[in-house]
Each structure stands twice: as structure tokens, then as C-alpha cells.
């Protein structure tokens, strides 16, 4: 039967090689997740698959490190994602009744910005779906691998 190693086994086993790769990684993951969500309403891309970027990010950092410290990292607990981005999805549904039309119209600015596109409540939509899967995502990797 195999012997499993102590708790202060485990974490003197962390890699060097992947705690310097991650400090590297992670800005760009998350630069490249925004850049996914600012695109999503024009081309491939959104908030679901921006958000699952993110979240690779911070659960490769939670591998390198620990939990603790991608939590705090994180800066904020991933259920107050999940809430944050449910309301931000609902809210930007409420422009069309504003306008008058039915709910979950979309409506656009006239402002372009070059890659983003026009802004509007489909960016506002998609950045509520990012947060809930960040949160999410992270949410369940995280008690994961607490356990």
C-alpha cells in the first residue's frame, strides 16, 4: 500500500520552475481574458470564454502557491463574483424597458472604440457572464483543492 507524504511534504514539493512561469503567465492571462470579452460581441470570444481565462489564471496560481494566497490574490470571494455578475447580466437587460421596449433590448452608444467595437448593453451582458464564471470557476477549483 502506498504511503502518502506529510502536508509539509507536499508543500516543500512545490516547483520553482512553475512558481517563476506563473508570475509570468497570470497578467498575461488575464490581459488576453479581457481582451476575449471585449471582442465577444463582434467576433469570437465573450464573457464565458474571458472568464474561463481569468480563472485558469488564478487556478494555476493557487498550483504554484496555494489557496490561500490566490484568494487574497483575488481580492475579492469568489461568491461575491458570482452575485456581482448575476445582477450586472440582469441590469443591463433594464435599458431596453428604459427605452421602451421589452426586456434584454440591445442598445448601443454611438462611441466606437477600435477593437472593443461599440459599447453597449451585449458588453455590459458579457461582462456579468465573465464575473459569474470567474467566480465560479474559481469558486470550485478553489474547494478543491482545499480539500
Do not use: C
Not at 459599447?119 to 470557476?137: E, K
Amino acid at each position: 500500500m502506498p504511503v502518502l507524504p506529510k502536508k509539509s511534504q507536499v508543500i516543500e514539493a512545490r516547483s520553482l520552475i512553475l512558481a517563476t512561469a506563473v508570475q509570468l503567465l497570470l497578467p498575461l492571462l488575464l490581459l488576453f481574458s479581457l481582451f476575449l470579452l471585449f471582442r465577444g460581441h463582434n467576433e469570437h470570444g465573450g464573457g464565458f470564454v474571458g472568464g474561463l481565462a481569468a480563472a485558469a489564471g488564478f487556478a494555476l496560481f493557487a498550483l504554484a502557491s496555494d489557496v490561500a494566497s490566490a484568494q487574497k490574490l483575488l481580492h475579492i470571494h469568489p461568491r461575491r463574483l458570482i452575485a456581482a455578475g448575476l445582477l450586472t447580466a440582469m441590469a443591463s437587460g433594464f435599458a431596453g424597458l428604459i427605452s421602451g421596449r421589452p426586456y434584454m433590448t440591445a442598445w448601443w452608444t454611438g462611441v466606437e472604440i477600435p477593437v472593443v467595437g461599440k459599447i453597449g448593453t451585449p458588453l455590459i451582458f458579457d461582462a456579468g457572464v465573465y464575473l459569474v464564471v470567474v467566480g465560479s470557476i474559481t469558486h470550485i477549483v478553489f474547494s478543491l483543492m482545499e480539500e
